[in-house]
């Protein structure tokens, strides 16, 4: 399957012309990804961030140093020394001679990335094209702005794009006033053939669990004959904000992504659904590893009401360019969980702390001991949709012993759901199956459970009895006692039960995590509900050594080794 949206997707640069006299922006270069909306008049969409630098004193001055509440931000208002130079590639990565307008001997290249090779072949990345380009305007997305500062709150610490390189690679230091603003660039001689058509999509029809592409250039102008429109796969993680401006997707991108296309696989093929703002998120010192996304067309509907409302010249353009985003068709039968299975993942609160939880009868919920905190009641969130939910207390009537290798803890509702979405529990495993964390992780009950996907990595089994699962999910703090799908045929296959953390560090690694496996509690759950008897959880107590060594990431000791 070809994405042809890649053909659309450009890489922007912005640096300042040598000796600028007092008052204007520092000497620098920055760059970002783009997307090419139109040809004829040539006009190229990014984000606004790498801009920001050249912004002139006086405009800020004025602005009192709050210049990111404007309603737009003309050429004017930035450095009249500002270079900007757009590189597309005119034919698919796959073809052409590999001699770029760019193109150079890799020796040349900043030393900070490198890669073994893995064979003699030489490469073609294809034939990339530079063209000129003046800034039209910069303009804010105050529904995305609003959304996010509801959602990521200061308390919780949130970071994006933070890295030791990003100075190095021409990224911008974090700074939240510049994750809403979103830059319109003007490219008088552009005829590349090559070019694809794009076509925007509304992000309203999207669901948690949606297919999502995304297109974008790792480290900007660095290397673009390696990197430019680089394509990463994931889904749609999670949604906020009214005709869901704000797109959480655990598609992975890199710093010099931001202004990259993300595409949405309908009946119509593929579509622009959001443009990338933050391509990695930290909460507090723990990588996320999820990408922040605006949607398309709250950014159009923005621009366009700034372009018909402008007095300078760049109104003239609007009658040329057809700036709106359409409806989108049908969308692609998605891989995630059935929709009806988020509503079987709940919110388990116990004071100040948080997690999740997996209703696996009607008045049993199934979550981590850790969770519980040895609390006696706790309160648990039931969202049976995006505008419906409940909040019951529940009597927590089993936690493991700390000894033992399983961290669970069961729970018991005051009432029965007289309508929830029982999962169908598995009874096998295979590695290398698809799969899908669903849990609380990340926003907690803010936006309702987010949804990661990745495969089956490893399923450890001690006498031929599974009693790990490994995956490569993204899996946060919050996720513990979600829930482990299949993402092929929705069964539950295990309890969430941590990620990985190097202590040696401080490194948390979201995409090694484990889980308990179904199996494991399947008898325990099935007894409690025919006879409210706690025997079968009280056997997670006495698991063997052989499963306790395989939980403390230990191995077993052999003859002959020291101990």
Not at 187 to 215: H, M, W
Request: proline residues 5%.
């Amino acid at each position: 399957m070809v994405l042809s949206g890649d053909r659309a997707c450009c890489v922007i640069s912005a640096s300042g012309a040598c000796g600028n006299p007092v008052g204007t922006p520092a000497q620098g270069s920055w760059s970002c990804s783009g997307i090419i909306l139109s040809q004829s008049p040539g006009i190229v969409l990014c984000h606004g961030a790498i801009f920001s630098p050249f912004l002139l004193e006086e405009v800020i001055a004025a602005k009192q140093g709050n210049w990111s509440q404007c309603s737009v931000l003309l050429a004017n208002s930035f450095s009249p020394d500002i270079q900007i130079q757009v590189l597309c590639a005119a034919e698919s990565k796959s073809k052409g001679n590999g001699k770029g307008v760019l193109s150079k001997d890799l020796g040349a290249c900043s030393p900070a990335l490198g890669f073994n090779p893995l064979s003699n072949q030489q490469g073609s990345p294809g034939t990339l094209r530079q063209h000129e380009a003046k800034l039209l305007m910069m303009v804010p997305c105050p529904e995305f702005q609003d959304t996010f500062s509801e959602v990521f709150t200061r308390a919780e610490q949130w970071h994006f794009c933070r890295s030791e390189n990003e100075q190095e690679h021409g990224a911008l230091l974090d700074d939240l006033r510049y994750l809403h603003w979103f830059a319109l660039l003007e490219i008088p001689d552009l005829n590349s053939p090559g070019i694809a058509q794009v076509s925007c999509v509304l992000a309203e029809s999207l669901r948690k669990g949606d297919t999502l592409f995304a297109c974008g250039s790792p480290f900007g102008s660095f290397c673009p004959d390696i990197f430019i429109n680089t394509l990463s796969k994931g889904i749609v993680s999670n949604l906020a904000g009214k005709g869901n401006v704000l797109i959480l997707t655990d598609a992975r991108c890199l710093p010099g992504t931001e202004g990259g296309g993300v595409f949405a696989c309908s009946e119509d093929g593929f579509n622009l659904v959001g443009i990338i703002v933050a391509p990695l998120c930290w909460k507090a010192n723990e990588w996320v590893g999820l990408t922040l996304v605006c949607s398309i067309g709250h950014i159009l509907e923005n621009v366009r009401s700034a372009w018909v409302g402008s007095k300078s010249s760049v109104k003239t353009l609007w009658p040329h360019v057809q700036l709106v985003a359409k409806p989108v068709g049908k969308m692609a039968v998605s891989p995630g969980p059935a929709q009806y299975l988020l509503s079987a993942v709940v919110l388990v609160e116990c004071g100040q702390v948080w997690g999740s939880g997996v209703l696996v009868s009607s008045r049993l919920v199934l979550t981590c001991r850790h969770v519980v905190n040895g609390s006696l009641d706790v309160c648990v969130r039931v969202q049976h949709s995006p505008e419906k939910g409940c909040v019951l207390k529940g009597k927590v009537v089993f936690t493991t012993t700390d000894d033992s290798p399983y961290d669970i803890a069961a729970v018991e509702l005051e009432g029965s759901l007289l309508c929830f979405a029982k999962p169908v529990l598995a009874t096998k495993f295979g590695a290398g199956e698809e799969v899908s964390v669903v849990g609380f992780g990340v926003f907690g009950q803010s936006c309702g459970p987010s949804v990661t996907s990745g495969i089956l990595s490893a399923v450890i089994t001690v006498d031929e009895k599974p009693v790990m699962l490994q995956t490569t999910c993204a899996i946060h703090g919050g996720s513990s006692g979600g829930a482990l799908f299949s993402t092929n045929s929705g069964k539950l296959l295990g309890i969430v039960a941590s990620n990985t953390k190097d202590n040696s560090i401080g490194a948390t690694y979201p995409h090694l995590n484990y889980s308990v496996p179904i199996t494991v509690l399947q008898p325990a759950v099935l007894e409690y509900s025919r006879t409210g008897d706690l025997h079968g959880f009280q056997e997670l107590n006495r698991a063997n050594d052989r499963s306790r060594l395989v939980w403390r990431l230990q191995r077993k000791t052999t003859e002959g080794e020291g101990g």
